[in-house]
């Protein structure tokens, strides 16, 4: 039987035609109609004023925080379950990320838990919209702007989720997204930062590209970086934001597909939640072990592979890892981060593989 991956694109659109189009024309380097345009449609799909493009989600944030004027001393709250990249890239600025403790629902960053991590050094939130749900923005911008802390949010997982309505990349100071392989727009690798502010969108503008003054050519004002993206990502990822509503849509349709097909096994697994005031994308459909430890969930893991199924673990949390290690506990994430697993979760999946995975995760949890 063929084996079923975690994750792979979704190439089905004009991604072909238009990345010829720029080999045709000699426009494959960071210039070209490719990149304002995928910009453009990128921030209407956001319903932002602006989007800026940069190579890959790692250095969006990165980007993001520099504009934010984030510096060394300086403390960012982040949730300890994510995506080593959104520690990282505060620590890149010499910054410190202060970590706090997620829900058990969503995994996303428990605004509970952040007013409590604030010191005079803290200067902004990165609330990360994990695996497609988003992060219950109105909570965490109340404290943000209780305290005078700027928000980012990590959007790399989470195109097109909503919080009562209105789509993640506007819900804060600014956003970033990625466009890696696996995620629900892909430009191979990619990354884009959103945001309705102008002046921080000119001075984004200004240091993805070394910083040279706009006005003047090879005047370099300020140390800036080169974190452009090339015309021939931005024409895949111009087709890719043609079909995004439909690559939302197979995303709910799979997600019905697996609630349906798992709903004998509640005993056992906690399916993903979509909180009442949220639009959940499903990057990655996400179950929880009710019972056990983190060998238990490797065992589950173990035998679907067998079966020639693919799933990732939940990130280990950032506390555990060695950059960022702590003695501290994080109660649900040192709890639920260890019994999850993401399921296959990709557009070409039909409602057979996902009678088949059902079938072999049934027989690996008796
Ligand atoms: C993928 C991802 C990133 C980084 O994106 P790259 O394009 O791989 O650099 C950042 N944050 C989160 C939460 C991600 O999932």
Redesign the pocket.
Known sequence: MDRISVAQPKLAGNERKYVLDCLDTNWISSNGKYITAFEKSFAEFCGVKHAIATN??????HLALVALGLEPGDEVIVPTV??I??ANAVRYCGATPVLVDVCQETMNIDPRDIERKITSRTRGIIP?H?YGHPADMEAVNRVASKHGLWVVE?A??AHGAEVLGRKVGGLGTCA?F???GN?IVTTG???MVTTNNDELAAKLRLLRGQGMDPQRRYWFPVVGYNYRMTNIQAAIGLAQMEMIDKALSDRGTLANWYNDALAGMQNKILLPRQEPWAKQVYWMYTIFLRYGDGADRDAVMGALDEAGIETRPVFHPMHVLPPYKEDAAYPTADLWAQRGINLPTHQDLTRDDVQRIAASLERALA
């Open positions: 890959n989600g790692t250095t969006a944030l994510t995506y990249a959104t990360v994990l990590d790399a997982e970033t990625s466009f890696f995620k690798e990619g990354g």
